[in-house]
Every structure is written in C-alpha cells, then in structure tokens.
C-alpha cells in the first residue's frame, strides 16, 4: 500500500490549509497523525471506508476530515490554524491491521 500526500505549506495564524493523501489500494481506515521535534507522532483524524470520522480534542472543531472513495483520497481541511498546529503531518492507512504511512508534509504556522 502506498500513500502519496500533498498540501502542505506555510500559513499564518489564522489561515487554513487542506492537507491530501491518495492512496494505491482500498484500506479499511485513513487518517492523519502529526509530529514535532522531540514529541510522539500524535492523531489528527481519521475517517473509515463507512466514512465515519475520528477526531484528536485540538482537531474536533477546527479541522475536517472526508474521504472519497472513488479517488482513494483522503482529504484534511484545517481552519483557525496557530502556531501549536506547526509540525509534519503524515497520512496513515490501515489494512487487515497493518499500518502504512506516507511521507511527511510539512504544516508550517507563524504568528
């Protein structure tokens, strides 16, 4: 399975992106998780095949995640962005429980 991710960019506080992420193959379940130096990978959000969203607490009212299925293409559209949204967001698939990561995009917030 391999993941191809787009989207990201510098912006400043306020702003918005939309973060992308095709996919090779169908999976159960795509998503977004983010790192900054030093930190553990964390999750944004994820939405399965069904389309039913998962979302981190920072993400739940700021950010969106939809998918469609005919592309394999995950979609994230983040709002209201600030400086702690700073990091590399890596899309994520998961398939007959494994996990497959794409490269990272680089999500950059300045003040």
């Known amino acids: 399975v391999q993941l191809q991710a787009s989207g990201g960019g510098l912006v400043q506080t306020g702003g918005s992106l939309r973060l992308s992420c095709t996919v090779s193959?169908?999976?159960?379940?795509m998503g977004w998780y983010r790192q900054t130096q030093g930190k553990q990978r964390e999750l944004v959000a994820t939405?399965?095949?069904?389309?039913?969203?998962n979302y981190a607490d920072f993400a739940r009212d700021r950010f969106t995640i939809s998918s469609d299925n005919s592309k394999r293409t995950i979609y994230l559209q983040m709002n209201s962005l600030n400086v702690d949204d700073t990091a590399v967001y890596y899309c994520?698939?998961?398939?007959?429980?494994?996990?497959?990561w794409g490269q990272g995009t680089q999500v950059t917030v300045s003040s």
């Open positions: 994520h698939a998961s398939k007959w429980g494994r996990q497959y």
């Open positions: 193959e169908s999976t159960y379940s």
């Open positions: 939405v399965t095949v069904d389309g039913i969203p």
